[in-house]
């Protein structure tokens, strides 16, 4: 079998060697360039933000892996090999980020924010209440999270719009496509949940023209902001600005312009800011491992890798 490099900036790759040795001793990982293999041997390489040129330095790659379901990090890598890009796609990350969308929607829904303020202070009182049925939450993009977060939203009882580049149908979903679509989308959304990739056409997506396009007679009284997508969907200065004016309501953030998201940056004390550090969904690492190295087996038993990313469309 041939040999696995990791190539991941900013995490330990020792916990990630250790577990795929233990999965799979006949195969040989090596954190590059840490030790051992030339260049030559690398058949594999699983990456997260890879410095740059290193992906290109490998010049018997067979297929890439990304460490996440995002892959943006990696297609912004100028000399990216021709090879297959396979991201990760995997039930227990799905439902864990369904377990974020709920949890912020739920929190949004009900006011918690509020709440918690008004304990701080020991102040009781009674804060109104509305049905799930009264609540529409939009969600850009339908993939394989947005979909999962979608059908569980509806099973709470919200009402759940979706919209995303083809057309889709989904139980209990009313869904939406395309450019053309995206106004009358934004314009039933009383929650925002945002899980796009990151891609030139979405890049900056969430910006003040879109906000104003939201619906402003939920019960809510302004529009709610949730981005688990990637944070170079949204321009940071606008949503601060929309919220300054009232053009929205409150927001919880799992991704930023830049991570870790600066301390001076106000998005950490805004009172109606949520700021989560980029983990609404963790991948588990052993899921991970077994995943890739199913891929692996997969590619060398001469079989299609699953869940590659399409070079043109970018996801
Ligand atoms: P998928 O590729 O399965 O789904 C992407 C969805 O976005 C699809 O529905 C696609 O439409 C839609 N889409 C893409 N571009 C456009 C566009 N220009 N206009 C309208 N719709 C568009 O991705 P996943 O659901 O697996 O993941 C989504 C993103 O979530 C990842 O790329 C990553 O950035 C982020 N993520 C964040 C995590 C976190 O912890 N914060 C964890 C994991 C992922 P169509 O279906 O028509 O192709
Ligand atoms: C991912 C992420 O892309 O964690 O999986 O952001």
């Known amino acids: 079998m041939t040999k696995l490099a990791l190539v991941i900036s900013r995490w330990d790759p020792q916990p ?70 396979v991201r990760v796609v995997d039930p227990d990350l799905t439902m864990r980020m369904s377990e974020y969308i709920c949890l912020h929607v739920l929190m949004h829904h009900r006011q918690q924010r509020l709440l918690d303020a008004d304990q701080a202070k020991t102040d009781w009182t009674e804060r109104p209440q509305w049905s799930a049925a009264s609540m529409r939450v939009g969600i850009m993009g339908l993939g394989e999270l947005g979909r ?52 030139p056409d979405t890049h900056g997506i969430l910006n003040r023209d879109l906000f104003r396009k939201l619906s402003r007679d939920g019960p809510l009284g302004a529009p709610v902001l949730i981005n688990a997508g990637r944070g170079k969907l949204q321009v940071e200065a606008d949503i601060l600005a929309s919220l300054d004016a009232g053009e929205l309501g409150a927001a919880t953030l799992d991704v930023f312009e830049t991570e870790p998201l600066p301390v001076q940056s106000r998005l950490w004390r805004h009172p109606r800011v949520t700021v989560t550090p980029h983990n609404a969904a963790d991948s588990d690492p052993e899921a991970l491992c077994r995943y890739i190295l199913g891929q692996i087996r997969r590619h060398e038993a001469g079989k299609d890798l699953q869940n590659t990313v399409n070079r043109r469309t970018g996801y």
């Open 148 to 199: 999962d977060a979608a059908e569980k939203l509806f099973h709470l009882g919200f009402q759940v719009n979706g919209w995303s580049n083809s057309a889709k149908q989904i139980d209990g979903v009313t869904a939406y496509a395309g450019q053309d679509e995206l106004d009358a989308f934004l314009g039933v959304s009383d929650i925002l949940v945002c899980l796009l990739p990151h891609t």
């Open 16 to 85: 990630w060697i250790d577990r795929f040795q233990h999965l799979a001793p006949e195969l040989e990982v090596c954190s590059w360039p840490d030790n051992g293999i030339a260049a030559e041997e690398v058949g594999y390489a699983l990456a997260w933000q890879p410095p740059e040129g290193v992906l290109a330095g490998f010049p018997n790659l067979k297929a890439i892996f990304s460490l996440g379901a995002g892959v943006d990090h990696i297609l912004s890598e100028p000399k990216l090999p021709d090879v297959p890009l």
